[in-house]
């Protein structure tokens, strides 16, 4: 059974979403990809779900500046190069960026940035799959379902524990 709930962010409303074992997606409400109302399962009350008390509990800390990375299960549904994409997210440390050449070389040989880009803009799991770390190869922010206002939002607010210059991993 999936369920799911609001919360309200520094940014505006998210859903998290989970499988009552893991966290399954974490949206903005309206952003670019947001699943249908059907796809989302109930609606409950945070409280009402350890995973999704503690997804909550996390992403305020992190919008606190308390916390930098995630230690929640997180389990998004995708094509097997998606979750190897969205695994290559993960392993980007908070305040460094990379660019989608750099992701398709730890995916593997042959994988296009193009592609890497679409698996990227289809994380289901914003924030704890961290999506926003993402720039194009020059460092200009390009595509962040939540909007490029959020994306610069989000590197900023991780930027004061970037020790290297550039942040790229």
Not at 36 to 62: F, M, P, S, W
Not at 121 to 131: M, Q
Request: glycine share 12%; net charge negative; charged share 15%.
């Amino acid at each position: 059974m999936t369920y799911h709930a609001h919360t309200l962010t520094p940014l505006g409303e998210m859903i998290l979403a989970s499988n009552g074992q893991s966290l399954t997606g974490a949206w903005f409400t309206g952003q670019a990809h947001f699943p249908k109302q059907e796809d989302l399962g109930h609606r409950i009350e945070i409280g009402d779900c350890e995973v999704l008390t503690n997804a909550q509990a996390q992403l305020l800390e992190y919008f606190a500046g308390q916390r930098t990375s995630f230690d929640l299960p997180i389990d998004p549904s995708g094509s097997d190069f998606q979750l190897a994409v969205w695994a290559a997210l993960r392993e980007i440390p908070y305040g460094y960026t990379t660019t989608y050449g750099a992701i398709s070389k730890i995916v593997g040989p042959g994988a296009p940035a193009q592609a890497v880009g679409q698996a990227v803009g289809h994380n289901k799991v914003s924030i704890f799959i961290p999506c926003h770390r993402v720039v194009a190869s020059d460092g200009k922010l390009t595509g962040y379902a939540g909007g490029l206002e959020r994306k610069e939002f989000l590197l900023a607010l991780e930027e004061p524990s970037a020790e290297v210059e550039g942040r790229l991993f």
